[in-house]
């Protein structure tokens, strides 16, 4: 079973030169795992809640001052520092620890006092990198064993999350249905703000389709968790989310204030879909019923790892453009540089290229692509089309171009 796979930025960061680094990311993004395989010499510590240190490998627990005393040498790894005294920050500000110390914290936002703003402890002393999903890049470059087609392309883009990374598709889905509501309360915890079920439902909508403020605010409220249909009583929640890395946001192309919201995670996305369309956290249903309705979301879910792979390859942002829908529009200096259609069948029809051709030629000056699983298979068409195996040949380029 592959439970490890090479991620090259991070790898990068982690042996890169000297001095002191700090990563940070949310819960569940592989931080620990990484940083112990790549670094396995140190000596490797985590800060429980109320400030103690604890090292694992022997069992011992103890306090600053004998932290203090063992940092000074050197080699040191801490995991989840943002809980610990903040006696240490004024310590390592004073230069109390050797440079070779790697900090980590599961926060995307809370940890931020510690590096940002002219009283922050820690302003300028660490190399600060941020850990996310395991990316589209890294994941195709591995030797999977297997011909790239679209099953593979399937698993990796649930792969993403690096607690699925070898399982198969129903494993891994069964594992999300206790995984994701999980990981909700645990970020929401590590980043010291409290549970309501509006977060919850906020995820589901968004899940669902609604991907404007004004479609999520409707959901919540029929949803009981709102008194009234309005904006206001969702901003805030759907911000936080945005902060803790479980929501994102991306640009309307053309419209100066337009944004729409979806799930960074594929898991996330997957499970609260299930569960707003039929009820998976609280319904009995069979494996049978579960794949059909995984298989109806998965072209969704590829798309977006399309998208990443694409915008992670050239350097490019993503963006949305609605007017037509177009699946993937990515930019580069205000301008539109690559736009894409995805059509992940087993069967891509002549009429499906068509309209994707309809679409793509109002973008004369971009770049475009037909994103399919086989291109053997693919009617014949004046797009540039990319199917499994072109994917694994773009993260191989770009993995030697970096």
């Known amino acids: 079973m592959v439970l490890f796979v090479r991620r090259e930025a991070l790898e990068s960061f982690l042996r890169g030169g000297g001095g002191r680094k700090l990563l940070y990311g949310r819960r569940k993004t592989g931080k620990t795992f990484y940083v112990r395989h790549v670094l396995h010499d140190r000596q490797y510590l985590i800060v429980r809640r109320g400030g103690t240190f604890y090292d694992p490998f022997i069992g011992e627990e103890f306090g600053l001052p004998a932290f203090l005393r063992i940092c000074r040498a050197g080699?040191?790894?801490?995991?989840?520092?943002?809980?610990?005294?903040?006696?240490?920050?004024?310590?390592?500000?004073?230069?109390?620890?050797?440079?070779?110390?790697?900090?980590?914290?599961?926060?995307?936002?809370?940890?931020?006092?510690?590096?940002?703003?002219?009283?922050?402890?820690?302003?300028?002393?660490?190399?600060?990198?941020?850990v996310g999903l395991v990316s589209p890049l890294d994941l195709l470059r591995h030797d999977w064993g297997v011909e790239a087609g679209k099953e593979l392309i399937e698993l990796l883009t649930l792969y993403q999350e690096p607690s699925l990374i070898g399982k198969g598709l129903r494993d891994a889905v069964l594992t999300g249905r206790e995984l994701a509501p999980a990981l909700l309360g645990e970020v929401l915890d590590e980043e010291d703000v409290t549970f309501t079920r509006r977060f919850r439902t906020i995820l589901e909508a968004v899940a669902s389709g609604r991907d404007r403020l004004t479609e999520i605010a409707a959901y919540t409220h029929s949803k009981g968790q709102?008194?009234?249909?309005?904006?206001?009583?969702?901003?805030?929640?759907?911000?936080?989310?945005?902060?803790?890395g479980l929501l994102e946001r991306v640009e309307v192309w053309g419209r100066r204030r337009g944004s729409r919201y979806r799930h960074p995670s594929p898991l996330t996305d997957l499970i609260y879909y299930l569960h707003a369309k039929y009820g998976f956290f609280d319904t009995p249903l069979t494996w049978g019923f579960i794949e059909r309705a995984v298989r109806e979301r998965m072209p969704i879910l590829v798309e977006r790892f399309a998208e990443r792979l694409l915008a992670e390859a050239y350097g490019l942002k993503p963006v949305k453009i609605v007017e037509p829908e177009i699946d993937i529009a990515l930019t580069r200096f205000r301008k539109v540089a690559l736009v894409a259609e995805v059509k992940w069948v087993n069967r891509v029809r002549r009429e499906d290229v068509r309209k994707a051709e309809e679409r793509l030629a109002k973008y004369p000056e971009a770049r475009k692509l037909l994103i399919v699983p086989d291109a053997s298979t693919t009617p014949e068409t004046w797009l540039e089309v990319m199917d499994a195996k072109d994917m694994v040949k773009l993260a191989k380029r770009a993995s030697r171009n970096a």
Request: proline share 7%.
């Open 226 to 244: 709102a008194p009234t249909p309005s904006s206001s009583h969702i901003v805030k929640y759907v911000d936080t989310l945005i902060k803790v």
């Open 75 to 130: 080699g040191i790894i801490v995991d989840e520092f943002h809980r610990a005294d903040p006696r240490l920050f004024d310590a390592l500000q004073a230069g109390e620890c050797g440079e070779d110390l790697t900090l980590i914290t599961s926060t995307l936002h809370y940890f931020r006092r510690f590096i940002e703003g002219p009283d922050a402890p820690l302003l300028g002393l660490f190399s600060v990198m941020k």
